[in-house]
């Protein structure tokens, strides 16, 4: 705000910080009164992302209290959330190991760095085998089935998650997979159709897959 006039700045400047009400209503009044963008929550939350993560990056702030910020403030709310799940698990993995404070510092810099590279924020899709949707969306909230058809996928590559999907029920149906061989090929078929789904939809999402167990004791094998 250097440089800048108003009675309403003037007056938010000496405003008493305790009285939360006052300053949200004297807040609005110098947006108004400077012209400044008004944004909604999620695009005020995503300015306050870039704006820690360019502070990390510029070494105006420590990483690890950056990283704890994006951690605590920003993950729970700001939709989409997924490009900020790194933050967590490396603010975390600090405050647990302070003696490898270099290593997750630099590592914190790094993650900073490629959010920044981003025009915005990826949406972040699940594959996971299901007997009638087998793509779900990434919302703070959880997971939220998403139909294939909404994303504009290609036809072939639509038709194969709707195989893939059927050929699931069919073992839900038969109480299990007839060999653990049979597994392995659903789930290596399951991992391809991630990565095709992953080309399909391009930088701009990121494709996650949750396989099923292939191996004692989690393998859902027929007795």
Known sequence: MAGLGGSALAELAGADRRNSQDVRDLFEEVVLEQGLENPDEQTALWHLVRLTARQIVDGTIEPGRGAAWLWREAESRA?????LRVFVALASELEDHPEHAQYYGTEIVR???ALLARAKPRQWLRVQAAPDRPLSRSTTGGYVPIDVGV??????????????SAHWHEVQSARGFASIP?????VDRGRDLAQRVQTSLGETWHVEYYPEPIRPPGVWVRA
């Open 79 to 83: 939709e989409p959330e997924g490009d």
């Open 111 to 113: 993650e900073a760095a």
């Open 151 to 164: 994303l504009h996928l290609p036809a072939e590559l639509t038709a194969d998650l709707d195989r893939w």
């Open 182 to 186: 049979d597994a392995e090929r659903f």
